[in-house]
C-alpha cells in the first residue's frame, strides 16, 4: 500500500471500472456489541434525558452559563450516556429486529465502543468502564482510581473502532467509516453534555499505545481514536502508565468466530501513531482554501434567523434517522441559513475546518444558484465554482445511488490529502476524518431540527467525485451528506 494518507485512501478507492466481487458472510456477521464475560455488571439508573436545552441554542452554540462541568452523580453520568449514544426505537422484521442508536452508522455495523475512566461519581466505584448501550449497563474493567490527585470527580471519556466490525462489509475500505463513525459518536457525546449545561473538550492526540493499553484492547482488532473531557481544557489527565489487562478482557476485542484480517487497516492507523507538527506552522486557518476549485464569485452568507421553537435537543436526537424519500421541493433560505450556521461552529469551541474543507451542491434552495459551492468560515460566506444542477451527476457517482439526486442539497467534506500529510504526517487522516464524522453529525441534528430528511454517503467513485468538484491533486472528497424535504415529513425513515 502506498504511504502516507493519500496513499491509502486512494489504494481502497472505489473505481466504476475495477470494483472487485465481494459477498457477505452472513452466517458470521460481527456483533455489534463487546460481551465482558468476567468484568462486574453495573446497570445504569434508568433516567430521563430530559430536561435538555432547545436544539437551536445547543446547535448555534448558544451558551448558558455551567454550574458543574463534569457529571458528579451516577445518574447524571446515565442521562449523558443515554442521550449521546443509547438506542432510540426497535424495527422488527423476519431476520430478527433492527435497533436504532441515536449516532448513525455506515451500514448500521456500529464499530464504535465508548470507555469511561471514573473517579469520585456518586453511586459509582472508581475505575475504569466500558459502556454497553444496548443494555444500559457499565463494564468494570480496571478497580484503581484512574484520577488518584483529584479531589474533585473527574471523568474522562474514551472511543475506539472495532476493526471487523465494519470490515466485515466494507473491508479495506472499512477504516474511512470507523473514522466517520466515532467522529458522529463523539460529537454527539460533546452535544449531549451541552445539552444538559457542560462542557467538553475532545482529544485527537495522545499515546496511542499507553490509552489502547489503558482501555485493555487487542490492538490487532480494536484501536482507540479520541477521547472526550467534560471539563474542558482544565480537565486532568487519568493515569495511564498501568499494567496490561488479562487475555480475557483482551479477548472481548474479538467480535465474530471467523474474522477476516485487512492489514491495510493497522498499517494506515500505525503510521498515524506519531503526533506530528510540521516546524514553524499549525496549519492552514481554513481548509477550504487548499482545495484546488476557485470561486468565481463570493456571497455573503443569510444571516440565520430563529430555530423552530419547542424542539428540545432530546426531541431531535429521538427523532433522528436515516431519510431518503425525497421529494422536488425547495430548501427555504430560512432553513439553508441555519443548517449553515450549525456547520459553521463546532460542539467544542475547536475549529475542524482547518482539516475539512466544507462545500454543498445545491439542487434547489431559495435564493441560491444550483450549482457547487464552497463555505468560507471565517468569512461567513460561500464561493460560487461551478453552476447547473450537479445533484444527478453526483447521485451517479454515489455507486448510482438515484434517492440522492432528489435531495435539494448535498452537503460536502472535502481535504488536501497531501497538505495534511506534509503538516501532521499520517494522523491528518484521522483529524479530516473524525472531524467530518462530527461535522456530520451536526448536519444530521440540524436537518432533523428543521423536519428535512437526511442521509449520509461514504461510498462513491472517487476518482469521478475528484473530477465533479474540480479538485486538486491532492485534495478529495470524504464524506457527502443529502439533505432535503421528504415524503411524509420524517415519518418515512430508514435505518441508521
Known amino acids: ?54 436544539a437551536g441554542d445547543v446547535l448555534s452554540r448558544v451558551r448558558t452559563p455551567f454550574p458543574e462541568a463534569v457529571p458528579a452523580d451516577v445518574r447524571d453520568l446515565a442521562r ?45 466505584e472508581d475505575g475504569l468502564y466500558h459502556y454497553g ?29 472495532v476493526y471487523f466490525r465494519s470490515a466485515w462489509k466494507y473491508r479495506a475500505r472499512s477504516y474511512r467509516y470507523h473514522l466517520l463513525d466515532t467522529g458522529h459518536a463523539v460529537e454527539a457525546l ?16 495522545f499515546d496511542d499505545d499507553a490509552v489502547n493499553r489503558l482501555l485493555g484492547v487487542d490492538t490487532a482488532r480494536e484501536v482507540a481514536l479520541a477521547w472526550v473531557d467534560p471539563a474542558g481544557e482544565r480537565g486532568a489527565d487519568p493515569i495511564l502508565d498501568v499494567p496490561s489487562l488479562p487475555d480475557s478482557v483482551l479477548r472481548a476485542s474479538r467480535t465474530s468466530e471467523a474474522e477476516v ?30 482545495l484546488g476549485p476557485e470561486p468565481t464569485s463570493w456571497s455573503a ?26 421529494v422536488p421541493q425547495p430548501l427555504s433560505s430560512e432553513a439553508f441559513s441555519l443548517l449553515a450556521a450549525a456547520l459553521l461552529s463546532s460542539g467544542d469551541g475547536s475549529s475542524p ?43 451517479r457517482i454515489c455507486l448510482d445511488q438515484a434517492w440522492a439526486a432528489g435531495a435539494a442539497l448535498h452537503v460536502l467534506f472535502m481535504a488536501d490529502l497531501d497538505l495534511l500529510d506534509e503538516l501532521r504526517g499520517a494522523r491528518g487522516y484521522r483529524h479530516a476524518m473524525l472531524e467530518a464524522g462530527r461535522l456530520g453529525h451536526r448536519t444530521y441534528l440540524a ?44 415519518r418515512g425513515r430508514s435505518a441508521g
Not at 448501550?133 to 473502532?161: K, M, N, T, Y
Not at 452535544?191 to 467538553?200: E, I, Q
Not at 516546524?279 to 482554501?289: I, L
Open 1 to 54: 500500500m502506498p504511504h502516507g494518507a493519500r496513499g491509502y485512501h486512494d489504494a481502497v478507492s472505489y473505481d466504476r471500472h475495477a470494483m472487485s466481487p465481494h459477498t457477505l458472510d452472513w452466517a458470521h456477521q460481527p456483533q455489534t456489541t463487546k460481551a465482558y464475560d468476567d468484568a462486574a455488571s453495573v446497570p445504569l439508573p434508568r433516567v430521563p434525558t430530559g430536561p435538555t436545552r432547545a
Open 80 to 124: 449523558v450516556l443515554i442521550l449521546a449514544c443509547a438506542p432510540t426505537a426497535v424495527m422488527r422484521h423476519a431476520g430478527g429486529e433492527h435497533v436504532f442508536r441515536s449516532v448513525p452508522s455506515a451500514g448500521a455495523l456500529y464499530p464504535t465502543e465508548i470507555y469511561l475512566a471514573c473517579s469520585g461519581v456518586r453511586g459509582l
Open 133 to 161: 448501550p444496548l443494555r444500559g449497563r457499565l463494564h468494570r474493567i480496571r478497580g484503581e482510581d484512574p484520577f488518584p490527585d483529584q479531589g474533585d470527580p473527574a471523568v474522562r471519556f474514551f472511543f475506539s473502532a
Open 190 to 205: 460533546v452535544l449531549a453534555l451541552s445539552a444538559l449545561g457542560r462542557s467538553g473538550a475532545v482529544g485527537l492526540d
Open 261 to 290: 484480517d485487512y492489514p491495510e487497516l493497522r498499517e494506515i492507523h500505525d503510521r498515524g501513531k506519531t503526533v506530528h507538527r510540521a516546524p514553524g506552522t499549525e496549519g492552514p486557518a481554513s481548509m477550504v482554501h487548499r
Open 301 to 326: 452568507l443569510p444571516a440565520a434567523g430563529a430555530w423552530p421553537s419547542g424542539a428540545s435537543y432530546a426531541d431531535v436526537v429521538q427523532a433522528r434517522r436515516s431519510s431518503r424519500n425525497f
Open 353 to 395: 475546518h482547518a482539516a475539512v474543507g466544507l462545500g454543498m451542491i445545491v439542487g434547489r434552495v431559495e435564493g441560491m444558484p444550483a450549482g457547487f459551492h464552497l463555505l468560507d468560515p471565517d468569512g461567513r460566506r460561500f464561493g460560487t465554482v461551478r453552476t447547473g444542477d450537479l445533484t444527478v451527476p453526483m447521485a
Open 447 to 490: 436537518a432533523t431540527a428543521l423536519g428535512l430528511g437526511c442521509c449520509g454517503i461514504g461510498a462513491f467513485y472517487d476518482g469521478e467525485a475528484q473530477a465533479l468538484l474540480e479538485l486538486g491533486d491532492g485534495s478529495r472528497l470524504l464524506y457527502l451528506i443529502a439533505v432535503g424535504p421528504v415524503r411524509g415529513g420524517l
